[in-house]
């Protein structure tokens, strides 16, 4: 069954969001305009939160994710490592899809 996470008015264009407790089994969420990517909170390389403070997941540009703990960015869209310690690694992507507004989890059985 899909689950409700947010609405898409709730995170900030361009921005992020985060959800549960901060820690690797956290998840956030990433707009660009109508765009939304729902990523585990954990860098493939340092395996800690990307974040060193709530919501804080973007480079002042907002244009790559951003992990506080060795600054390897990743690519919006994709997840993509694009500079640091881990090339070729990417963010786990969590199957989501924006629906009337809203950002839903998509179920396994899907």
Not at 4 to 18: E, H, K, Q, W, Y
Not at 49 to 70: E, G, Q
Request: glycine fraction near 10%; hydrophobic fraction near 40%.
């Amino acid at each position: 069954m899909d689950s409700f996470l947010c609405a898409v008015a709730d995170i900030p264009d361009p921005g992020a969001l985060g959800f549960g407790d901060g820690g690797t089994s956290s998840l956030f969420a990433v707009r660009q305009g109508d765009s939304v990517h729902v990523y585990r909170n954990r860098c493939p390389h340092a395996h800690a939160p990307l974040n060193w403070m709530p919501n804080r997941f973007l480079t002042r540009d907002k244009r790559h994710i951003i992990c506080s703990a060795h600054g390897a960015m990743f690519e919006i869209d994709s997840g993509a490592c694009v500079a640091g310690p881990c090339p070729g690694q990417a963010l786990d992507r969590v199957a989501s899809e924006v629906r009337g507004g809203e950002v839903w989890l998509l179920s396994a059985t899907r």
